[in-house]
């Protein structure tokens, strides 16, 4: 009886041991130092994993931060965590520019007092409504990534930051 009583907890070390290594290569997860986790749900809706794409596996490379990428049913949501100032969290505009998307900038959209930056990313005669926006935990928030990089670099703001981009069809 002792016997099974160690070989029990003896795997349930070892389980507690490989957990984290479970949860940092699920898909589209990468962990930081002092990672808090990712929100289980963003407006009210439940967020799944998805895969990062090539493209966010290199940008996540020697990023100060971690990168995740989510769905809600409806759209995707790129989550930055990002722990310092940085000129690698840059506008998500640039991401779709390089990626071969035309640009149009929209006005900037407010949600019950949370400003964002929006634009519309055409390609392939595909339209996307994107929008996204920086927020750190003492109520600060950035629609411009420019702002938020000069607001951390003055001391203005202390990190760690959230940084959300929402895309969904131009049609929703």
Known sequence: MRSSITFAFAALCVVAALAPLAVENAPGVHISAGFPGWP???????????????IEERFQQNFPGCVGRFSDGEREIVIRWVDQGTRKLHASGDCFKANGYEITAQPVEIHAEERWSSFIASRSGKQLAVRERIVDASGGQWSDVSAWYWAAMLGQTNGPWWAFTVASSASN
Not at 40 to 54: D, H, M, Q, V
């Open 40 to 54: 289980s749900s963003f407006e009210g809706r439940k967020l799944t994993p998805l895969p990062l794409t090539a």
